[in-house]
């Protein structure tokens, strides 16, 4: 992993390489177009997320 000094001081740029297997590319990438349906815990993080942020707006 390469991180670079930011240019104009306000980005900074992260750079890697991952080196895989056609077999795990091949479910890397069936996993980005077919991601599994979201499970009770990540639905629940994500009511408790938009409660709270409902309480900060207003």
């Not at 740029?13 to 979201?38: G, H, K, Y």
């Not at 009770?40 to 709270?52: H, P, T």
Request: no cysteine.
């Amino acid at each position: 992993m390469k991180l670079s000094k930011p240019k104009n001081g306000t980005v900074a740029s992260l750079e890697s390489t991952i080196r895989l297997s056609a077999e795990d590319a091949e479910r890397f990438f069936d996993a980005i177009e077919n991601p599994p349906a979201p499970n009770d815990k990540l639905l629940a993080a994500v009511r408790d997320y938009m409660e709270r942020l409902g309480k900060r707006q207003g």
